[in-house]
Structures are given as structure tokens and as C-alpha cells.
């Protein structure tokens, strides 16, 4: 079935560092999610997009539907310690009538570390 | 508190055994779904149901079930014909229709084998 191919699959964060990951897909998305997700517990909710172009923040959070409407990226400005967890990307493919095709699907995550 | 509530939080099963995962919602959301994470995979759907008494395979339905008898409520069957049970279980309901879709999770349940 479709993928979404999301990087980085790993990655290790400083205190007051900025984090940019991305997610793209082969066909074009009518909706792009991200999730974060933290050990033990369910995704919770971050950011919806619904519109090419569209970029939304929530706190130090910015995420975009990109132009191509087969991307997108979420950054995390000056980073802290309660970031870490993993972070999933999920989006509906677009039919050829424009609607979305079936369910969600959702990418495997980037998994956010503190640096040693 | 509006929200999605999974019990139990932790669930052992024993060979052979079928055991039953709760998922309540008081969101007022038509669909529902579950779905099942393995260490370091995405979410893979289970079961999905857009309706009260009705329900929709996923692309990994086998050895489970499931039934929608009441719009709040969608349990999952793990039957013993699920080899490979132990997981981490989401249940997640469905805001808006088309484009404009999201999906909130529940809590979890983490099914292990004795």
C-alpha cells in the first residue's frame, strides 16, 4: 500500500537547538498531520494542515504543507528536554475526483534524542 | 473532559486465550479505528468503522475482531488466531469529514504474552 517516507529516522537534539524533519510522499495528499508521541502513551496531536502552502504554528512549533502537496516539513525552534519523544507524520491521499482516498496513513517516525 | 479512554493500560494474554481491549469516546465522533504499533514502525490498521453497526477491515485484520454496537464505544478482540499479539494497541475517533479529517488517539493498551 502507499508509504510516507519520513526523515530522519533518528535524531539527537542540544538544548536550545532547532529541528527540522520532513515527510514526503508519492502522490499528492489532501491533509498532512503531525504527531508526537511519547513513550507508553498515545500520538497526541500537533499540528493540522489542509491547504498547499499552508503554514501553521503552534508554540515553537511551525509546520508547512508543501507546494507539491506530496511534502511536508514540522521544525522545532530552541529545542528543550520535553521534546524528546517520536514525532509521526500522517496525511489522506487525494482521489482523481479531488476527495481523499481511504485512511490515514502515517509515516514511521523520527525519533528525537537528547544529545549525550 | 472530552477525550478517548483505552482500558486496560497494560493486558496479559495467555496461549490460546482471547482477550478484549476497551475504547470509549465521548467526542461524538462517527468513525473509529484501532490500530497497531510494533517497536519502531508506523501505526498499521486494523479495524475501522465509519458508523454504528458497521465496520471495515483494515490492512491487518486477521486474527482480530471488533464490534460497534454503540457509537461511543469500539472494542477489539484479540483472538487466538493472532499469533503474534504482543503490541502496543491505539484506538483513535474521527473529527470532520473530507479533507478536513483528524483523528485524536486514546491512551493505549499494551498486550503481552505470558
Known amino acids: 500500500g502507499q508509504q510516507l517516507n519520513q526523515s530522519p529516522q533518528s535524531m539527537f537534539i542540544q538544548e536550545g537547538e532547532d529541528v527540522s524533519m520532513n515527510c514526503t510522499s508519492s502522490?499528492?495528499?489532501?491533509?498532512w498531520l503531525w504527531y508526537k508521541q511519547d513513550p507508553g502513551e498515545g500520538p497526541v496531536l500537533l499540528i493540522a494542515l489542509y491547504k498547499a502552502g499552508e503554514l501553521t504554528s503552534n508554540g515553537r512549533l511551525t509546520a508547512q504543507f508543501g507546494i507539491t502537496r506530496k511534502d511536508s516539513f514540522l521544525n522545532i525552534s530552541a529545542s528543550i528536554p520535553s521534546d524528546v519523544g517520536i514525532y509521526f507524520c500522517a496525511g489522506t491521499a487525494k482521489t482523481r475526483t479531488g476527495g481523499s482516498q481511504g485512511n490515514l496513513i502515517f509515516g514511521k517516525g523520527t525519533k528525537l534524542s537528547v544529545k549525550p | 473532559d472530552g477525550g478517548i479512554t483505552q482500558s486496560p493500560k497494560y493486558l496479559f494474554r495467555k496461549e490460546g486465550q482471547n482477550v478484549t481491549l476497551s475504547c470509549e469516546q465521548n467526542?461524538?465522533?462517527?468513525?473509529m479505528y484501532w490500530y497497531r504499533q510494533d517497536p519502531g514502525q508506523g501505526l498499521r490498521l486494523i479495524y475501522y468503522s465509519q458508523i454504528v453497526n458497521d465496520f471495515q477491515k483494515g490492512d491487518i485484520a486477521e486474527g482480530y475482531s471488533v464490534s460497534r454496537e454503540k457509537k461511543e464505544s469500539f472494542p477489539l478482540t484479540v483472538t487466538s488466531a493472532q499469533k503474534n499479539p504482543t503490541a502496543f494497541y491505539l484506538c483513535a475517533s474521527k473529527e470532520g469529514r473530507g479533507p478536513r479529517e483528524t483523528q485524536y488517539f486514546g491512551p493505549g493498551t499494551r498486550l503481552l504474552v505470558l
Open positions: 467526542l461524538n465522533h462517527d468513525a
Open positions: 502522490s499528492i495528499f489532501n491533509t
